[in-house]
């Protein structure tokens, strides 16, 4: 059985260091939450995993198994097993979903069953088949992108997804569906799950073994379920140290009278 490891990781965007030493694993079949404040590093985290130019890499290391992710390109870390569905999916002009999936499975497959597989999965999700031969994301609502990014790891069978707040922009009906489906594969292929986000309402289908509170740069605690509810009650305050008003040299309170 599989295991994404990552261990000590370390980045930086634009000079500033926005991950600090993030230390994660996740064996395949589990659902590891990551939940933080706004800013705080998470799509940075994500970004980094499947390497989004941009980043700097100042030192750590991403494997699944023994197999280092850090050093290759993005399309042979998704060929290692990778996917990343993004908290703003990318529009394709020229590229029609249904291409973009017969060129992206892992192994040679029959391409008929590939497109059987495809029409199966949109069913599934409540996603017209008629987006297959649509531009990737062009023009689709931000819950159509987020459903179109299910229905590429249904079909893609990745052996880790990392979900950038895939409820983001989902009504409840979708989100239902989406989630079950994420869950499903956990159980039908053994799937590893990342999915970060701030509410717990994704995990009512999709259950996580573990929560992990992700605050300025790196895991602060970890536990289980439960720590998912306790965090949207009484939010991130615990773990922030400077809150960013204060950082930026501005008042706590930019009302207030500053003669008072
Ligand atoms: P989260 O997903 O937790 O809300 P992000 O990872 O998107 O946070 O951002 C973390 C920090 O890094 C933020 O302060 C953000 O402004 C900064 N950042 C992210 N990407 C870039 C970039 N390309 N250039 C400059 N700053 C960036
Ligand atoms: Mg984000």
Same mark, same amino acid.
């Given at each position: 059985m599989s295991t994404l490891i990552i261990e000590g990781l370390r980045a930086a965007v634009d000079g500033s260091e926005i991950l600090k030493g993030v230390d994660l694993e996740v064996p395949a079949g589990e659902v590891h939450a990551v939940m933080g404040p706004n800013g705080s590093g998470k799509s940075t985290l994500s970004h980094v995993i499947a390497g989004r130019p941009g980043y700097e890499v100042l030192g750590g290391s991403v494997r699944i198994d023994d197999v280092e992710?850090?050093? /290759?390109p993005t399309w042979q870390r998704a060929e290692a097993g990778l996917f990343l569905a993004m908290q703003y999916p990318t529009e394709v002009p020229g590229v029609a979903l249904r291409d973009l999936l017969s060129a992206s499975v892992r192994t040679p497959e029959d391409p008929a069953e590939i497109g059987e597989r495809m029409r199966i999965e949109a069913e599934r999700i409540g996603f017209g088949s008629q987006f297959l031969e649509r531009?990737?994301?062009?023009?689709?609502s931000g819950g159509e992108k987020k459903r179109n990014e299910t229905l590429q790891l249904g079909v893609l069978r990745p052996t880790f997804a990392i979900l950038?707040?895939?409820?983001?922009?989902?009504?409840v009906d979708a989100l239902r569906m989406v989630s079950q489906r994420v869950e499903e594969e956990t159980q039908e292929h053994g799937l590893g799950v990342l999915a970060i986000t701030h509410?717990?309402?994704?995990?009512?289908?999709? /259950?996580?073994d573990v929560v992990h509170v992700f605050a300025d740069g790196r895991i602060q605690e970890s536990g289980g379920p439960e720590l998912a509810t306790e965090l949207e009650e009484t939010g991130y305050e615990r773990w922030v140290t400077a809150p960013a008003a204060a950082s930026a040299g501005l008042p706590d309170d930019p009302f207030a009278d500053p003669l008072a």
């Open positions: 992710l850090l050093d /290759k531009p990737l994301n062009v023009d689709l950038d707040e895939l409820d983001s922009g989902l009504d509410y717990s309402r994704l995990f009512e289908q999709l /259950k996580p």
